[in-house]
C-alpha cells in the first residue's frame, strides 16, 4: 500500500496499527524505507505528522517495541483465542500474507493456497459451518445452531490455509503439508509482530467434507488451519518459558 493513501484522514483511522509500525520505522529511520516512500514523508505537511505522533505515541509506549524484532517475536509470540474488531489494516494484511508466502517449500512447489473471509463473508462461512453440523446432527436446538455460526464471527479477518499437494517426484505430499503449516506459523508471528492477535485453530470443521466442498477444495486438499486474526480483546496470558535443555541435547 503507497504511503500516500494512508496518510488520508479516512484510511488514518482505519490503517491506525499499522500506521504506528509505519511511523515508528520513520521515526527510528532504521529499517529499509524506498527512496520514494521517503519523498513521500519529506513532502507530508508538518501538522500532519504532528496528528501522527500524537496519535501513534501510546501505541507506540504499549508496543514499545514495535515493529518487534523477528528475534523477539519468534521468542515471545502468543495466541489470543478472544480477538475482536478492528481487524488487520490492508497494509498490515499484505505484510501478513506476504509472510505466509516466504515458508519454506521444498521444490518451490507453492503447495498451499489462502482464503482471506472477513466481513459478510464470515456469515456465510457460520451458514456452512452449520450445513456441516446439520448433516451429522440434524435435530440441533435454536440456541445450538446460533452457537455454531457465530464460530465463524470469532474474528474480523480468518485466513484459511489450505494444502495445495502436486505430484512431485522428489517431495512427498506430507512435507508440502508441512510448508503449508509453516506459513500458518509465519502468519501468526507477523501478526504478533505487528501487534495484531491471532490463533490457529482447526476441529472439526477443517476435516469436514461439506466445509471443504462449500470452500472449494479439491479432492487433494486439506485444510491446514483456520487462522483468526484480529484485535486482542483479553490480556495475553503469560506462557511458561520453556528449558532448551529439555528438548534439546548434544548427539
Ligand atoms: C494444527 C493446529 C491446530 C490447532 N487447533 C486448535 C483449535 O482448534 N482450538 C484451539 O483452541 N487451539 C488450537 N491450536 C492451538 C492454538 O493455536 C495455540 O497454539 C495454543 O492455544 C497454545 O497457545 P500459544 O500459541 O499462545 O502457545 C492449534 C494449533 C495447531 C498447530
Known amino acids: 500500500m503507497p504511503y500516500n493513501s494512508i496518510f488520508s ?3 488514518l483511522i482505519e490503517n491506525y496499527r499499522g500506521l504506528c ?3 515508528k ?4 529511520a532504521c ?4 527512496f520514494k516512500n521517503r519523498r513521500q514523508y519529506r513532502y507530508t505537511k508538518p501538522s500532519t505528522l504532528r496528528i501522527f505522533s500524537l496519535m501513534t505515541k501510546p501505541m ?4 514499545s517495541k514495535a515493529p518487534m524484532s523477528a528475534i523477539e517475536a519468534l521468542q ?4 489470543s483465542p478472544r480477538l475482536t474488531e478492528p481487524g488487520p489494516s490492508p497494509q498490515s494484511l499484505t505484510y501478513i500474507c506476504k509472510s505466509a508466502l516466504r515458508a519454506a517449500d521444498h521444490g518451490m512447489i507453492r503447495p498451499w493456497r489462502f482464503l482471506i473471509v472477513e466481513g459478510d463473508s464470515r456469515e456465510k462461512l457460520g451458514e456452512l459451518f452449520l450445513k456441516a453440523s446439520l448433516t451429522k446432527s440434524p435435530n440441533l436446538k435454536p440456541q445450538q445452531k446460533e452457537i455454531i455460526k457465530t464460530k465463524a ?3 474480523p479477518t480468518i485466513i484459511i490455509a489450505i494444502a495445495n499437494p502436486q505430484d512431485h517426484p522428489k517431495v512427498p505430499i506430507i512435507e508440502q503439508e508441512y510448508s503449508a503449516a509453516a506459513a500458518v506459523q509465519n502468519m501468526s508471528l507477523a501478526a504478533f509482530a505487528l501487534g ?7 476441529g472439526a470443521f477443517a476435516y469436514d467434507a461439506i466445509v471443504h466442498e462449500g470452500l472449494g477444495l479439491n479432492k487433494d486438499e486439506k485444510i491446514i488451519g483456520f487462522l483468526y486474526i484480529g484485535t486482542r480483546s483479553s490480556a495475553a496470558k503469560p506462557f511458561v518459558e520453556l528449558d532448551t535443555t529439555d528438548y534439546f541435547k548434544a548427539w
Do not use: D, E, F, P
Open 9 to 11: 484522514t479516512k484510511s
Open 21 to 23: 509500525v509505519v511511523v
Open 25 to 28: 520505522q520513520k521515526l527510528n
Open 31 to 34: 529499517l529499509t524505507v524506498s
Open 60 to 63: 507506540i509506549k504499549k508496543h
Open 76 to 79: 515471545t509470540r502468543s495466541s
Open 153 to 155: 464471527l470469532r474474528a
Open 196 to 202: 495484531i492477535g491471532s490463533v490457529w485453530r482447526t
